[in-house]
């Protein structure tokens, strides 16, 4: 069985099938990506809580839906990461943001942090880390290892793409965290990158090379 849940959505998956292309401008990736993040959103708060709330319609009064308990984190891993979350914010406007500053090093394929900030009260909230792609897992790792340290306890990881060994390693080091994908590619390849994949996510979206 998958380690992940695959959001197999007719339109996620005609907009991951253009950004794969290696002829989508700089422009046209950064839009996707903004709007792909609005479905998987839309996934992976499927089953957040809800609480009735007395309100009064311009007719009479009800009881009705709202979200409970407190306002849900998203963290990015930058800088790809943030391609995620602008989408995210339009759809939960309230959520709190974490920010996790990794790049991995080419040679060692080891993730190397330069920032971290989050909201406080970690262990209270739901949090999902974003970042566009899991591949040898060892930036999501490390992401979910410094949120676990700061008290997260109830996380969800959201990626595009992954690969099969990225997957099973994160559901080895975090089986506590399920993971929601686009999809769940080949392989890796002998340079770590996602094959078919998409190419690297932040220089696709930021047009650096
Ligand atoms: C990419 C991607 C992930 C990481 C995935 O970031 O956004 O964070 O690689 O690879 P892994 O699963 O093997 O760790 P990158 O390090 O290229 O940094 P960037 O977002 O700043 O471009
Ligand atoms: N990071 C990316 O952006 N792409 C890959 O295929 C692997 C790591």
Known sequence: MSGATVVNHPLV??????MRDKDTSTQGFRRLLREI???????????????MQKIETPLQEMEAPILDGKKLVFASV??????LLEGMLDLVPAARVAHIGLYRDP???????????????LDER?????????????????????????GANN????????????????????PDVPIF???????????GYIVPGLGDAGDRMYGTK
Request: proline share 5%.
């Open 107 to 121: 040679q060692t394929l080891e993730p190397v942090e330069y920032y971290f900030k989050a909201p406080e009260n």
């Open 13 to 18: 998956q005609h907009k991951l099938t253009i």
């Open 37 to 51: 993040s609005l479905l998987l959103c839309y996934e992976v708060t499927r089953d957040l809580p809800v609480v």
């Open 78 to 83: 930058l800088r790809a990461g943030n391609g």
């Open 181 to 191: 994908t686009a999809s769940i590619d080949e392989k890796l390849n002998e340079k």
């Open 126 to 150: 739901l949090v999902v880390v974003v970042d566009p792609m899991l591949a040898t897992a060892n930036s999501a790792i490390a992401a979910v290892d410094k949120l676990k340290e700061r």
């Open 155 to 174: 996380l969800r990881f959201l990626c595009l793409l992954g690969s099969p060994e990225g997957v099973e390693k994160f559901n080895r080091a975090h």
